[in-house]
């Protein structure tokens, strides 16, 4: 894998301190799937009558982790449940042996924990195209169920990283009537990213009580906001998972209409699709693109993807030239609609051009300034209807390609 030497720029201070969720205890292990002397495999046993939702990469060539997870998605929740995760090899694009791996973990999963195979979910990042030894996490099984506790998710978020620089974890909390509603999450996610689901690993955990039904509405109806408003280099991982579980152990009932629930759950999405961007590969700079006065918000979201994924714009971000121009540029591309003499831009307070021209009152030092702080907001108001869109995307440094051009040794 490539040698990551220092932690991104824009990496919060320090990992978060994480609400035990009750109902989930977490254990990781160091098993040598690929890296040595580090933790790779996380294992996560949840309560009976857990629910659990998932969204997943829309990748024609997706790894037989995601296609197992989506087969299991929706079934029997009486029993408990597990995820286990890997990283280090993505087991895709490993024909049927790829399915005989998954198929041995979850099986020995399910011996260890005592569940029905059914309820064993499972993840792989890391190289693709290559065998999955799962022989060595299937021999790491038994110190993982054995050592399991409800304070280890910070170890979690530290074992499902590849080329992360740092872990990434989330919490928000509510109160209703006297009880607390207790959310957290992890992810990963560095580089490969594109918004095509998630395109990362996320896992998230409430001990909110809400049926599986509600609980797959609310995610997939979150995730478009979040997961998937991101963009990195805008290529699509084979083995992007979000998982969404629920024990119902505060006592608290929700459905897929609960506004509390939903915008606690979306802090914690938001926060680490950011988080995410911020670790992108190589990044230096973290970008919000906000597109309004669209003819709606599809075209709103075409070009403000087109923005965020235009290498010519993320290269001159990264060396803080304030190339207006490059935004032009990645409109007039985009195929949505767009009419050049009512199209207005904007780098942070600074108004670049407005109606097709440059503003008469512009001063390049002054876009020049903004360009050199490590958090910088692009506006774009297209003047036409009312479609709006935000994304959030990083600069493309040399960085990048140090990573990704040394990452299979």
């Known amino acids: 894998m490539a040698k990551i030497t220092k932690v991104s720029p824009l990496a ?3 990992f978060p301190e994480l609400p035990a969720i009750e109902g989930v205890k977490f254990a990781t292990a160091a098993a040598g799937v690929k890296y040595e002397a580090r933790t790779d495999v996380m294992l996560a046993s949840l309560c009976e009558g857990a629910a659990v939702a998932g969204v997943f990469t829309r990748s024609s060539t997706r790894s037989a982790a995601v296609l197992d997870c989506q087969s299991k998605i929706g079934g029997d929740a009486s029993g408990g449940a597990a995820i286990l995760v890997n990283s280090g090899n993505s087991n895709a694009f490993t024909g049927a042996v790829g399915q005989a791996s998954v198929d041995a973990i979850s099986s020995a999963t399910a011996a260890a924990l005592g569940l029905e195979q059914s309820r064993v979910f499972t993840s792989s990042t890391g190289v693709i195209g290559e065998r999955l030894p799962h022989g060595k996490i299937v021999d790491a099984l038994g110190g993982l169920a054995g050592s399991l506790s409800e304070t280890s998710i910070s170890d979690a978020a530290k074992a499902i ?12 909390s509510y109160d209703v009537a006297g009880k607390t509603v207790n959310i957290a999450g992890i992810a990963k996610g560095s580089g490969m990213i594109a918004p095509d689901m998630a395109t990362m690993l996320v896992y998230l955990f409430t001990d909110v009580a809400i049926s599986q039904a509600d609980l797959q509405a609310v995610l997939s109806e979150l995730t478009d906001s979040t997961f998937n408003s991101i963009t990195v280099d805008s290529d699509t991982s084979t083995s992007d998972t979000l998982l969404l579980c ?5 006592g608290v009932a929700a459905d897929q209409h609960d506004i509390a629930f939903k915008d606690a759950l979306r802090s914690v999405m938001l926060d680490l699709a950011h988080q995410v961007v911020r670790d992108g590969e190589g990044a230096t700079k973290f970008i919000e693109i906000r597109v309004t006065g669209a003819k709606s918000n599809a075209d709103a979201r075409v070009h403000a993807l087109s923005i965020a994924n235009s290498p010519l714009v993320k290269t001159a971000i990264a060396g803080e030239d304030p190339n207006w121009g490059r935004i032009v540029m990645a409109i007039g591309k985009s195929g949505a609609y767009a009419d050049r003499d009512k199209l207005s831009i904007m780098f942070g307070s600074v108004l670049v051009a407005e109606k097709g021209w440059v503003n008469p009152d512009y001063r390049e030092e002054d876009a020049a300034a903004l360009m050199k702080e490590q ?3 692009i ?11 935000t994304v959030w995307t990083c600069d493309l440094t040399h960085g990048y390609i140090e990573i990704n051009a040394d990452y299979r040794s």
């Open 12 to 14: 919060p201070a320090s």
């Open 161 to 172: 990283m590849t080329t992360d620089t740092f872990p990434k974890g989330a919490s928000a």
């Open 246 to 250: 629920a024990t119902g152990k505060s």
């Open 375 to 377: 958090e910088i907001l």
């Open 379 to 389: 506006t774009v108001d297209l003047g036409l209807e009312q479609g709006s869109s």
